[in-house]
């Protein structure tokens, strides 16, 4: 039985915001813009004195010691002699940890709550990799089935698939699950239920995880409290961009991508935003770059879904790559890109890509795609920049951001590092 994408109402959380095509933060400006709450945090430190540039580095023993501190006996020795692709995800975690004192801890602490019951190959998930492998055709499916697979601590927000020492395997960042909860708290339709500096604080914090500057202890320092309804929602946004994410990493294994040079000319773009000076929009790709948007394409049309599901799952595409250019604007304000440079295609183009050569699901609202949301990204866009030129150092610094102040409804108590986890 094929695996569901969702359970609940006709359109799911991707139209929640369809049709206020008034949005109420259209109507926003700068001058509304509130004070951020950024606390420094320590930088990240060896948690032990380490001679090595990287755990990876250092001889068996002493990385079995250092492992032993969150992995079972069995998985120590996985770690240090792997013998197939799933032994090497496991070590690229296991060393990721290492490398890191504040994820390091965050997993000490995990190990002494869960007790005898604790793995940490269990602790990481494959699901939304198992999900889209579900709803592949057959041949489709044999093709991915052995590919070793999930998420991972990284320092790159960013989904991947490679080939390993072991075999294939395919990655993507835990910290996209927080990006896409913060942005979309941001950018949904909660602008009744949540205030407009929180909503800011949130797209503040999503940025800042992209950015690399954000601590990544969510687990055990909450960024504030999000009431349980909203976060509902939030998830099940974060489930279906997820299962997206997974299945564009097996869609350039599928088509059997490979590296070479080429470049071809592209449309102009056709959804309204108003930024026509996006950095990354280019009128050449490269091959690599041609291929994410095949890759994208595929994500969408190799799974077998009812119309129902098929909407649900392609409106989630397009709002992921909306969040993502609001992201963008951020990153590309900071530290302009040289488009050929990169390996991937902007995330406007990416929409846009989808909007003109995915199949469109049978209710699909061409109003709110290719113009309510369009603007409500050059809205974001066009906030975001500016706070990022007026408030450069609360990106760029280490630590952690949180949607309100202590003590209040928004954040609750404040938690002190060291002291309460």
């Given at each position: 039985?094929?695996?569901?994408?969702?359970?609940?109402?006709?359109?799911?959380?991707?139209?929640?915001?369809?049709?206020?095509?008034?949005?109420?933060?259209?109507?926003?400006?700068?001058?509304?813009?509130?004070?951020?709450?950024?606390?420094?945090?320590?930088?990240?430190?060896?948690?032990?004195?380490?001679?090595?540039?990287?755990?990876?580095?250092?001889?068996d023993?002493?990385?079995?010691?250092?492992?032993?501190?969150?992995?079972?006996?069995?998985?120590?020795?996985?770690?240090?002699?792997?013998?197939?692709?799933?032994?090497?995800?496991?070590?690229?975690?296991?060393?990721?940890?290492?490398?890191h004192?504040?994820?390091?801890?965050?997993?000490?602490?995990?190990?002494?709550?869960?007790?005898?019951?604790?793995?940490?190959?269990?602790?990481?998930?494959?699901?939304?990799?198992?999900?889209f492998?579900s709803?592949?055709?057959?041949?489709e499916?044999?093709?991915?089935?052995?590919?070793?697979?999930?998420?991972?601590?990284?320092?790159?927000?960013?989904?991947?698939?490679f080939?390993?020492?072991?075999?294939?395997?395919?990655?993507?960042?835990?910290?996209?699950r927080?990006?896409?909860?913060?942005?979309?708290?941001?950018?949904?339709?909660?602008?009744?239920?949540?205030?407009?500096?929180?909503?800011?604080?949130?797209?503040?914090?999503?940025?800042?995880?992209?950015?690399?500057?954000?601590?990544?202890d969510f687990?055990?320092?909450?960024?504030?409290?999000?009431?349980?309804?909203?976060?509902?929602?939030?998830?099940?946004?974060?489930?279906?961009?997820?299962?997206?994410?997974?299945?564009?990493?097996?869609?350039?294994?599928?088509?059997?991508?490979?590296?070479?040079?080429?470049?071809?000319?592209?449309?102009?773009?056709?959804?309204?935003?108003?930024?026509?000076?996006?950095?990354?929009?280019?009128?050449?790709?490269?091959?690599?770059?041609?291929?994410?948007?095949?890759?994208?394409?595929a994500?969408?049309?190799?799974?077998?879904?009812?119309?129902?599901?098929?909407s649900?799952?392609?409106?989630?595409?397009?709002?992921?790559?909306?969040?993502?250019?609001?992201?963008?604007?951020?990153?590309?304000?900071?530290?302009?890109?040289?488009?050929?440079?990169?390996?991937?295609?902007?995330?406007?183009?990416?929409y846009?890509?989808?909007?003109?050569?995915?199949?469109?699901?049978?209710?699909?609202?061409?109003?709110?795609?290719?113009?309510?949301?369009?603007?409500?990204?050059?809205?974001?866009?066009?906030?975001?920049?500016?706070?990022?030129?007026?408030?450069?150092?609360?990106?760029?610094?280490?630590?952690?951001?949180?949607?309100?102040?202590?003590?209040?409804?928004?954040?609750?108590?404040?938690?002190?590092?060291?002291?309460?986890?």
């Open positions: 039985m094929k695996k569901r994408l969702f359970t609940g109402t006709k359109n799911g959380f991707s139209s929640i915001w369809a049709g206020k095509k008034n949005h109420s933060l259209l109507k926003k400006t700068g001058d509304e813009l509130k004070k951020a709450y950024v606390e420094r945090n320590e930088k990240d430190l060896e948690p032990v004195v380490n001679l090595y540039d990287t755990w990876a580095d250092a001889p023993d002493v990385l079995r010691g250092m492992v032993d501190g969150y992995c079972t006996p069995e998985e120590s020795e996985r770690v240090v002699h792997p013998q197939n692709s799933k032994d090497y995800l496991l070590r690229l975690r296991a060393v990721y940890i290492a490398d004192t504040r994820t390091w801890r965050v997993f000490l602490h995990l190990r002494r709550i869960f007790g005898k019951e604790w793995s940490l190959e269990k602790y990481f998930s494959s699901d939304a990799y198992d999900a492998r709803m592949l055709g057959k041949e499916y044999k093709k991915c089935k052995d590919v070793a697979c999930g998420n991972i601590y990284d320092n790159n927000a960013n989904g991947l698939i080939a390993s020492p072991h075999g294939i395997l395919s990655t993507y960042s835990v910290s996209l927080y990006f896409s909860i913060y942005a979309n708290l941001a950018l949904g339709g909660f602008e009744q239920e949540v205030p407009w500096h929180v909503r800011l604080n949130s797209m503040r914090i999503a940025c800042r995880v992209m950015l690399n500057t954000e601590a990544q687990i055990f320092d909450p960024r504030g409290i999000i009431p349980e309804k909203i976060m509902n929602d939030l998830k099940t946004e974060w489930w279906l961009n997820n299962i997206f994410l997974a299945g564009h990493e097996f869609s350039h294994f599928i088509l059997g991508h490979i590296k070479e040079e080429n470049k071809e000319e592209m449309g102009f773009l056709k959804p309204h935003f108003k930024d026509d000076t996006d950095y990354r929009k280019i009128y050449g790709y490269t091959v690599s770059q041609k291929q994410e948007f095949e890759a994208d394409l994500a969408l049309n190799l799974v077998d879904l009812t119309d129902e599901e098929y649900v799952y392609y409106c989630a595409a397009l709002n992921w790559f909306a969040i993502l250019a609001v992201y963008e604007g951020v990153e590309d304000s900071i530290s302009p890109p040289n488009g050929f440079n990169q390996t991937h295609p902007g995330a406007i183009a990416r846009t890509n989808l909007i003109e050569k995915a199949r469109r699901p049978k209710d699909f609202d061409e109003k709110i795609y290719v113009e309510t949301l369009p603007e409500l990204v050059s809205f974001w866009r066009d906030i975001m920049i500016n706070d990022a030129a007026e408030h450069i150092e609360m990106y760029e610094m280490y630590g952690s951001a949180y949607l309100d102040k202590p003590n209040t409804a928004w954040r609750g108590k404040e938690l002190i590092d060291r002291v309460d986890y």
